[in-house]
């Protein structure tokens, strides 16, 4: 029976994530120090840890099956493998950044310029598209500095908070994508490995359905139940359910955890009392 090795950053940004995540779709994973590799005991699968540039070159070749990385480092890294599925955290985007002081007022401005960067096949890809001819000063990290110590003009680099930016004095003026984790899969998969993946994102699209919404349960004053439907715009119909005094109802329902406090607030309008909400592990549907 084939088994599916995905591989995974084996330190920086997705790591704690990717590893909650499988952990979470309940995978038994034990990763000792320095292990780079460890089986799954209880899921067709194996976990290599990788350094994060690595993976789309392991997973094109078929070292690995499938890889948890960045969509910036997908696109960086040219490599033809497959993305399968968009995980929805380590959100960032890859933006051209330029110093405060700089009178930037488009994308022109950027011609003849120095533009310090750790993509530099995104930034190619990017100045080509928009046939813009700047020079790209490749750096592997710290290149926030660039700008300062007079290295390049302006930079290229991935944007989350902005706190980075914000503390070297640079501004954000072009974003060449969005990113966040995600998975991807070498073309070669054999039927049985397709299964695992298949079962495996099931999973995860499960668990991360989970994390968006909760459970929330409440009494209501019989005459206000109809006003109940009107708030809550659950998965199916709210369950409502009797209780021993006559003049309320119990309510259970499924909630997206952005509308939460909009929802409690209409509900304590028509009455509601005793709301309690709990988080859900996963949602299948
Ligand atoms: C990235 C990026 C910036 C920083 C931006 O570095 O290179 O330095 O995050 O994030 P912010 O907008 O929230 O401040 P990261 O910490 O991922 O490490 P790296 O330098 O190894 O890329």
């Given at each position: 029976m084939s088994r599916l090795k995905i591989a995974i950053q084996?330190?920086?940004?997705?790591f704690e994530d990717t590893l909650k995540l499988l952990k979470d779709a309940a995978l038994k994973i034990e990763i000792s120090d320095r292990q780079l590799k460890t089986s799954v005991s209880n899921f067709g699968a194996d976990v290599l840890l990788l350094r994060n540039s690595d993976i789309p070159e392991y997973v094109a070749d078929g070292v690995a099956d499938i890889g948890v990385i960045g969509y910036n480092t997908l696109v960086e890294s040219q490599?033809?493998?497959?993305?399968?599925?968009?995980?929805?955290?380590?959100k960032c985007r890859l933006s051209i950044a330029v110093p405060k002081d700089s009178n930037y007022r488009g994308i022109?401005?950027?011609?003849g310029k120095k533009i310090a960067t750790s993509y530099p096949n995104s930034l190619r890809i990017f100045l080509e598209k928009n046939k813009i001819s700047a020079k790209i000063v490749e750096i592997?990290?710290?290149?926030?500095?660039a700008p300062q110590i007079g290295m390049a003009d302006y930079i290229c680099d991935l944007v989350s908070s902005g706190n980075t930016l914000f503390i070297n004095n640079l501004e954000e003026k072009e974003v060449l994508f969005e990113s966040e984790a995600c998975v991807i899969a070498q073309k070669n998969l054999s039927d049985s490995q397709k299964t695992i993946l298949k079962d495996l994102l099931f999973r995860i699209e499960s668990v991360l359905n989970g994390r968006k919404h909760k459970y929330i349960m409440m009494n209501v004053p019989k005459q206000n139940i109809d006003k109940v439907f009107e708030i809550l715009n659950g998965l199916k119909s709210p369950t409502i359910l009797s209780l021993a005094d006559e003049n309320w109802k119990s309510v259970h329902s499924v909630i997206a955890i952005k509308d939460q406090w909009e929802i409690v607030q209409k509900l304590k309008e028509i009455g509601a009392e005793d709301i309690l909400i709990t988080s859900i592990e996963e949602i299948i549907p």
């Open positions: 084996k330190s920086g940004r997705l490599k033809k493998v497959e993305e399968v599925y968009r995980l929805g955290f380590a022109k401005d950027l011609e592997s990290g710290s290149v926030e500095i």
